[in-house]
């Protein structure tokens, strides 16, 4: 299968809804793209604005490329340090591979606050220009050489 490094850059966020009761906001991202997810650290300075300027490569099959289209998620999450991380907000994209720019987006949740924004995200992405051949090896099977 022939592919392509896909560089996603997440910058930052504006203007969150705080949704802690107690103590102060660390947000986090995690951006899911071509079946794999991969996380920015915590911010933990910002609270409602974080700053990550984190660029992530993502390996997008040819043949999303050439379609014009592929989908993004990306969701931000508070980390806590007694409990589960709450859910601050999501972006559901679809990603056109060949423009070039940043992009600033609203942030929805996906519970029963779903028409209300939750503040916006900055991003920008960027394609890389080799092909890369990468084969799926299916059967992994491990062969003790001792000669």
């Known amino acids: 299968m022939e592919a392509r490094y896909f560089y996603f850059t997440i910058h930052s966020a504006s203007n969150l809804k705080d949704v802690r009761k107690l103590g102060e906001?660390?947000?986090?991202?995690?951006?899911s793209i071509a079946?794999?997810?991969k996380y920015t650290?915590?911010?933990?300075?910002?609270?409602t604005n974080p700053v990550?300027?984190?660029t992530f490569c993502f390996i997008v099959p040819e043949v999303d490329i050439i379609r014009g289209e592929f989908?993004?998620?990306?969701?931000?999450?508070?980390?806590?340090?007694?409990?589960?991380?709450k859910y601050v907000g999501e972006l559901d994209l679809i990603l056109r591979p060949f423009y070039i720019g940043e992009c600033t987006f609203p942030l929805h949740r996906n519970d029963s606050n779903q028409g209300?924004?939750?503040?916006?995200?900055?991003?920008?992405?960027?394609?890389?220009d080799e092909v890369l051949v990468v084969v799926s090896n299916s059967s992994s099977s491990t062969e003790d050489s001792n000669a």
């Open 71 to 85: 989908p993004a998620k990306i969701e931000l999450f508070c980390q806590r340090s007694r409990s589960h991380d």
């Open 41 to 47: 650290s915590a911010d933990l300075v910002n609270k």
């Open 35 to 37: 079946g794999k997810s």
């Open 52 to 54: 990550w300027n984190t």
């Open 116 to 128: 209300k924004r939750f503040g916006t995200l900055k991003f920008s992405h960027e394609l890389g």
């Open 25 to 31: 906001m660390k947000v986090y991202a995690k951006v």
